[in-house]
């Protein structure tokens, strides 16, 4: 996956000022702030809409695609409901020199902790205080996808503490997350959880509306995700047996697509779409 693109592959539409009818009939559900934004109300993607992954890079949508996910370096695209993606848990390659260095988590010898498979740092959430200020950055994105037009956010790397030495807890990535729910809710964003199904029981306390599901089908995590969420799941599979099986028990119920691993954008090298 191109180093400004930091999905994990392991478990991995406020609506646009233009939609159809049909589109946004689909969209018409509001969910009410769950961790302690003000009472306000946010769209969510329609269920079993037509769903695109382009965080590798932006392009033209397909034909029947509803839901599109982008990198919040792109513009949503007109008429869909479009999700706005962020790594708000790790950094991103290349960008270190923009993060305080105490806010890089480091071992007991002072080493950065890194995610070996993408080159990325991970984020020390350990303290109240520290979740503030990473949260203080990340919401600067999150205005940012509000800005543009998109209408939900999906922040990548929950499973951060998997990669952490063993000092993140899930306690302290449910926290963190709480504090980027409020704020995208104030701005008038639905927020996804990505992945981590082992904290799909906390996910009205972490503020959380649907979710976007990598590889569930490969890890069969489909249903976990499906009951959670009632169904408001986009799933991205990278493999064969993966999105056979996706499509096979929930393609009639689940957005599913299938993607390159490199998640490349249309015309690419690599370049792989497929769905149910």
């Not at 934004?37 to 769903?51: I, K, Q, T």
């Not at 509000?146 to 790397?157: H, I, L, S, T, Y």
Request: hydrophobic share 40%.
């Amino acid at each position: 996956m191109p180093a400004s693109h930091a999905a994990r592959l392991r478990r991995r539409w406020a609506l646009a000022s233009v939609v159809t009818a049909a589109a946004a009939a689909a969209a018409a559900v509001t969910v009410s702030m769950s961790s302690g934004a003000s009472a306000s109300e946010v769209a969510l993607p329609p269920v079993h809409g037509g769903f695109d992954y382009q965080i590798g890079g932006a392009y033209t949508p397909p034909e029947g695609v509803d839901i599109v996910s982008r990198d919040r370096g792109d513009s949503p695209a007109d008429g869909l409901y479009n999700i706005c993606y962020v790594n708000a848990f790790q950094v991103q390659p290349g960008e270190r020199d923009q993060w305080p260095d105490d806010l890089l988590l480091r071992d007991g010898n002072g080493d950065l902790v890194i995610d070996t498979k993408w080159k990325e740092p991970l984020l020390d959430l350990r303290t109240g205080e520290k979740r503030e200020r990473v949260a203080d950055k990340v919401d600067g994105w999150i205005d940012g996808c509000a800005a543009k037009g998109f209408d939900a956010v999906e922040p990548d790397n929950y499973d951060s503490y998997e990669r952490s030495k063993k000092l993140l807890t899930t306690a302290h990535a449910k926290a963190f997350m709480a504090l980027l729910s409020e704020h995208a809710h104030a701005q008038g964003l639905a927020i996804a959880q990505k992945n981590t199904a082992e904290l799909l029981p906390d996910r009205e306390a972490a503020g959380l509306d649907f979710a976007v599901a990598e590889e569930c089908g490969e890890y069969d995590e489909c249903g976990e995700f499906a009951e959670a969420y009632d169904d408001r799941v986009v799933v991205v599979e990278y493999g064969d047996e993966g999105f056979a099986k996706a499509c096979e028990g929930w393609g009639d119920r689940l957005s599913v697509v299938r993607r390159d691993e490199g998640v490349s954008p249309a015309g690419a090298e690599g370049y792989a779409r497929e769905t149910c």
